[in-house]
């Protein structure tokens, strides 16, 4: 059964630019969470997607925004770039039961200069 | 708000030790606590997934205990090898929908 799969691993933008990440959710799994990592402030939720509709919503502000699509897959949008959203962006997916197992992929390393 | 901590953030042993690994959190209305590894660069594994309603989890030579009462999770790892070497982290579910919140994690290095 393949994994979580994000596209694309790595990433260049500079200042200004949007950038667009997707995720492949295990096959059967109808949950897609994203997770931003720095070394400053860790994992921090961004937020979930369950049956296309987001379910939960973390505390970042409204240039990152995503949607789910019908066949579970997912898209992390971030618009007007900042050198501070240079992050390693990490989806996660589950049955989405919410005492599932979430199984997450390699993450896209986006750096912003 | 849901604070989770990890302690120590760094820990090395030669290999063979058995060592344990602390979380704790703040509050104790969750849904359940996983236990993750994360190796330099790439994303996170899931190791020990504890519901609620139980107090240990068990696999190989891993064994992860929950304590919902006092806010605490540890993960006892018996025999270390290199191989062990990683940063592990917790995270706890507080709500329904997917939401984990994280600790710090712990880095640890198992010296041949």
């Known amino acids: 059964k393949a994994g979580v799969t994000q596209t694309p691993r790595y990433l260049i933008k500079t200042r200004g630019q949007q950038v667009t990440l997707s995720c492949s959710p295990i096959?059967?799994?109808?949950?897609v969470s994203w997770y931003q990592q720095t070394p400053g402030q860790g994992l921090q939720f961004l937020f979930e997607?369950?049956?296309?509709?987001?379910?939960n919503k973390g505390n970042f502000p409204g240039r990152f925004s995503g949607r789910q699509f019908s066949n579970s897959r997912s898209e992390m949008n971030v618009s007007t770039l900042e050198l501070g959203d240079s992050a390693l962006y990490l989806c996660?997916?589950?049955?989405?039961?919410?005492?599932?197992?979430?199984?997450f992929g390699a993450g896209t390393r986006l750096s912003v200069l | 708000k849901q604070e989770v901590t990890q302690i120590p953030a760094a820990l090395s042993v030669p290999e063979g030790e058995n060592l344990v690994l602390n979380c704790s959190f703040t509050?104790?209305?969750?849904?359940?606590l996983q236990w993750f590894r994360q190796d330099p660069g790439k994303g996170l594994t899931s190791l020990l997934l504890?519901?609620?309603?139980?107090r240990e989890q068990t696999s190989g030579r891993l064994n992860a205990s929950l304590d919902k009462s006092s806010g605490r999770s540890t993960l006892y790892i018996a025999a270390s090898q290199p191989g062990d070497s990683a940063t592990y982290l917790c995270?706890?579910?507080?709500?329904?929908?997917?939401?984990?919140?994280f600790g710090g994690g712990t880095r640890l290095m198992v010296k041949p």
């Open positions: 996660a997916s589950s049955l989405g039961s919410g005492f599932d197992i979430q199984y």
């Open positions: 096959s059967g799994h109808r949950s």
């Open positions: 997607y369950f049956s296309e509709t987001q379910r």
């Open positions: 509050d104790s209305a969750i849904y359940n």
């Open positions: 504890i519901q609620s309603s139980q």
């Open positions: 995270a706890v579910l507080h709500n329904a929908g997917n939401m984990l919140t």
